[in-house]
């Protein structure tokens, strides 16, 4: 049973470029959140979506971050014309029914 | 709206020894839950412990267990038997499942190092 899956890992781009970083949930989970970690802080909600549905992005800054988990594959966090702000660890989780989120490996963003 | 506080940066117990982490929160609810997530130095995230506020009784997974305090609105976890692979940033969240979106409310951490 795999759990939940992120690529790439790690992630290199100059500033301006496009990130886009993947994320598959565990087998059964269609609920699908996205968390930034900056260095030496706790994780930080961007936003939460179910299949073809964006619930609450309330923690996703409103210019060049956007999230999509569209029927078939992978949830996608992209960030355009990144800044050297944007480098952190991005974490996505799915949850089972009882709520309880599980996380992916994360991937290391860093923008040089 | 809710929040979480982790008193303290970091800490540091014997091995074997018992260690206590604080966590504290803020709501006006009464139907939630509280987890914590352990972060050791590969990053993974990974669950220790989960309370039902609902719940008198303490959560218990083997060496670890909660002390819930739900009207003082305190959290605690305790690592008895420590070992040297618990060392690792420990995360309390706050999950509100009634407010229609699930997302976890983080503390800032406390950085554990168990010492041999």
């Known amino acids: 049973n795999a759990g939940v899956m992120q690529n790439p890992r790690h992630l290199v781009r100059r500033r301006g470029q496009e990130a886009r970083l993947r994320c598959s949930p565990m087998?059964?989970?269609?609920?699908v959140y996205w968390y930034r970690q900056l260095p030496e802080e706790g994780l930080k909600f961007m936003v939460y979506l179910q299949k073809e549905n964006i619930i609450d992005e309330s923690g996703m800054p409103k210019e060049r971050f956007s999230a999509e988990f569209p029927k078939e594959g992978p949830s996608i966090l992209r960030i355009q014309q990144v800044v050297r702000g944007d480098s952190a660890a991005y974490f996505c989780a799915s949850s089972n029914p009882r709520g309880e989120q599980y996380f992916g490996p994360g991937t290391r963003l860093t923008v040089t | 709206a809710q929040t979480v506080t982790q008193s303290q940066p970091e800490m540091s117990v014997q091995e074997a020894e018992t260690v206590t982490l604080s966590c504290t929160y803020d709501?006006?609810?009464?139907?939630?839950?509280l987890f914590w997530y352990k972060q050791p130095p590969s990053r993974q995230m990974i669950l220790v412990i989960r309370?039902?506020?609902?719940?008198?009784q303490n959560a218990t997974e083997n060496r670890f267990s909660v002390n819930f305090q739900k009207a003082a609105k305190s959290f605690s976890l305790k690592i008895s038997d420590s070992q040297l692979g618990d060392t690792a940033m420990y995360f309390c969240a706050f999950l509100l499942p009634t407010s229609g979106t699930y997302k976890y409310i983080f503390g800032t951490g406390t950085r554990l190092k168990v010492l041999a």
């Open positions: 309370q039902e506020a609902y719940k008198q």
């Open positions: 087998k059964g989970h269609s609920h």
């Open positions: 709501t006006s609810e009464s139907n939630y839950y």
